[in-house]
């Protein structure tokens, strides 16, 4: 009786032993090649109490600051000393879950608000905007996530929306003229948005199961690194250097239930906030091979119950080398990875060569992603990794300037530029558009392509005369950037068995371009169809439906007049405009390809005139 109590008893010893063991079996580490500098908790501790992370510096007097999202605002912190970062100032109301990113002395915000922090103790809200889940600022232009919006921000006071790249949305990241798009259950989309009224998609890819939530680049942009916050495919590597062989090269993951959120890349590393796992950085000098090379835990041990707690965001970017962290529970951390690097710094003065004047607001980059932007003194001071550099300064309407500078870790680099007023440049693909013969109450339409091809901002005014026969089409857009391109459509719609002829003059900050119409109307094979043409507008039943992934949308005009045609989803967000131009009267086609949007119902919508008809269809894959 005594011996197996004994025994019982060393079970239970050795049971309760081994669970106090495993824990610290599983999560005997903190951290491995990174350490803790210093941490706050501006508004407590709590779930979800702050969101995302970022960093500035204040140009006179060299400090960094760190900024985290929470539900009190934007909080900005002083790192001079880092072991004891230091709340100075908050922005916004209360609110939460939302974006941050700074440029020169500004900071913007999720919500849709832009700061000047040039008095980091009292920041001053300047400007709103439409707000998004996610920001990049490729100055001077904003892209947003959700909606997928483009904005103009040359004029932080007057930020203008200018163009929509459409399609699924997460996040995003902008490098020399190229959007790589993380859709979320969508897609991963590469675009072109050098023209920002004609977003251009040169690659599409998925996989299975996983939630495109965030992508980043390798400095070559050969390589495309893409983070699945919901599925289990971790953190993958693409081979993008051919768009028509995309293969994924590499994959990191922790554990089955391990959820990756951030990343960005610095050097030879990515910087991974993989919540409840904390930091990862990975050594990725071969993309085909990465491999972890450092570790830290923002929340220990792990909550093993919120696979989205603990670590939200992560900014590598920080000139002392020092990384930012944001901890949705335990707020803002201060760590030291042992392989980081301090970074280069680089004081740029930028003028106007005619009259050696300051120029705010102009921009210096270094290959399209660590930028400098200009206060009111002409001068901006920004940091990048040691190494060589075409830095291009530039600001609209000026011609840029490209300087080779090599940049060196812990030393400032002074760049003085003088940047010389530009010419104003206009082109139109065509200067006389001839219609031809065409039979009486027939249609015919071509199109006109306005190019700014230099480097001023355009302002388009449209004037035409004798334009009887012809209807013409208003532009996309009235304000051209330089590298933008609108079109006209031109109708020719002859009344009567005559010659047409008429003029579009197009003025602008280039002078005046002048497009010459003709046509001519001929009774040949002409009959009375008028019983033939639509006697309302009607919109009909997709076919397929369901369908996956094509299907034609048919639709009835009884008048010649501009139509738009859209698609929504259940909840109303606009997800493709397939058609905003002048038709003729008469019954029309439209396929919508719907290859890179997710399986659902959505709402198709047509506007003409005063009319506007919906209708459903399935997209089923």
């Known amino acids: 009786m005594t011996q197996k109590l004994k025994s019982k008893q060393c079970v239970l010893c050795f049971l309760i032993i081994m669970l106090l063991i495993l824990p610290s079996i599983s999560f005997s580490q903190t951290s491995s090649n990174v350490t803790e500098v210093g941490k706050i908790a501006p508004v407590g501790m709590g779930t979800s109490f702050y969101q995302d992370v970022w960093g500035t510096v204040d140009k006179s007097t060299g400090i960094e600051y760190g900024l985290i999202t929470s539900f009190q605002g934007v909080i900005l912190i002083d790192l001079s000393q880092p072991s004891t970062p230091l709340e100075v100032s908050r922005m916004g109301g209360v609110r939460g879950d939302f974006d941050v990113k700074a440029f020169g002395h500004y900071v913007v915000s999720g919500v849709g608000e832009i700061f000047d922090i040039s008095d980091v103790s009292n920041p001053v809200l300047i400007s709103t905007f439409g707000g998004a889940h996610n920001l990049y600022v490729d100055y001077p232009f904003l892209y947003t996530a959700c909606p997928n919006n483009i904005y103009d921000i040359s004029d932080p006071y007057n930020p203008l929306l200018i163009g929509n790249y459409g399609g699924g949305c997460h996040d995003l990241v902008i490098m020399n003229d190229t959007a790589y798009v993380a859709s979320g259950w969508t897609n991963t989309r590469i675009l072109d948005v050098s023209n920002k009224y004609n977003i251009v998609t040169m690659l599409e890819f998925d996989l299975p199961n996983d939630y495109s939530h965030f992508v980043f680049p390798t400095r070559d942009r050969r390589h495309l690194f893409l983070t699945d916050e919901v599925g289990s495919w971790g953190t993958t590597v693409w081979d993008i250097s051919d768009y028509d062989n995309v293969s994924m090269v590499s994959q990191f993951t922790i554990h089955s239930l391990s959820t990756t959120h951030n990343l960005f890349i610095k050097g030879n590393y990515a910087y991974i906030s993989h919540y409840t796992d904390g930091l990862r950085i990975l050594e990725i000098s071969d993309p085909t091979n990465v491999s972890e090379a450092g570790f830290f835990y923002t929340n220990f041990p792990p909550d093993t ?317």
Do not use: C
């Open 305 to 621: 119950q919120n696979r989205f707690n603990s670590n939200w965001g992560v900014y590598p970017y920080a000139p002392s080398g020092l990384i930012y962290l944001s901890d949705r529970s335990n707020g803002f951390f201060v760590v030291d990875f042992e392989s980081s690097n301090s970074l280069a710094a680089l004081f740029a003065t930028v003028k106007d060569a005619s009259d050696n004047t300051p120029i705010i607001h102009a921009w210096s980059k270094i290959e399209g992603y660590f930028t400098g932007v200009t206060d009111s003194l002409g001068e901006s001071l920004f940091y990048a990794p040691e190494d060589n550099y075409n830095i291009i300064t530039n600001k609209f309407g000026y011609y840029p300037d490209t300087t080779n500078l090599t940049l060196i870790k812990d030393n400032t680099i002074n760049l003085d530029v003088l940047l010389e007023p530009a010419t104003p440049e206009l082109s139109t693909n065509t200067n006389f558009i001839d219609f031809d013969s065409l039979i009486i109450q027939a249609a015919s339409v071509d199109t006109l392509f306005i190019s700014n091809n230099g480097y001023t901002v355009l302002n388009l005014e449209i004037e035409t005369s004798n334009t009887s026969g012809f209807n013409i089409g208003s532009p996309a857009g009235t304000v051209l950037r330089p590298g933008d391109e609108v079109l006209m459509r031109i109708f020719f719609i002859p009344t009567e068995a005559i010659n047409y002829e008429g003029t579009i003059f197009i003025t602008s900050e280039a002078g005046m371009d002048t497009v010459h119409l003709s046509g001519t109307g001929t009774s040949i094979g002409v009959e009375d169809d008028s019983n033939l043409l639509p006697e309302k507008i009607t919109l009909y039943q997709n076919y397929p439906n369901p369908f996956n992934p094509t299907t034609i949308i048919k639709y009835d005009l009884t008048e010649f007049g501009n139509v738009k045609l859209s698609i929504y989803d259940i909840n109303g967000n606009l997800v493709q405009t397939l058609l905003n131009s002048y038709m003729p009267a008469g019954t029309h086609e439209i396929e919508w390809n719907a290859a890179g949007v997710a399986s659902g119902i959505y709402i198709y919508s047509i506007e003409s005139g005063n009319a506007v008809l919906n209708k459903k269809l399935i997209l089923l894959k």
